[in-house]
């Protein structure tokens, strides 16, 4: 599940990585862990693309992140 993702830095276009989330037993979203790696630009683009609509001004997690997520409905 990827519940935010977090903003481009200035060498790279779209976004940076995926911060990782999961669901408990209890139904609570959990911070997994980040995702950057392995993303070339076409598939940034592409992701962006799917990301966009998902993009919601709701908190689903307490990902950490050097700056501050884009959060996305899970």
Do not use: C, W
Not at 24 to 53: C, I, W
Request: hydrophobic letters at 35%.
């Amino acid at each position: 599940m990827v519940p935010d993702r977090s903003p481009a830095p200035r060498s790279r276009s779209h976004f940076d990585a995926l911060l990782l989330g999961y669901y408990s037993d209890d139904g609570r979203l959990h911070y997994a862990g980040r995702a950057g790696t392995g993303f070339n630009e076409q598939e940034l683009a592409r992701l962006a693309g799917v990301f966009k609509p998902l993009e919601t001004p709701r908190i689903p997690s307490r990902a950490a992140a050097a700056r501050e997520p884009v959060r996305l409905t899970p």
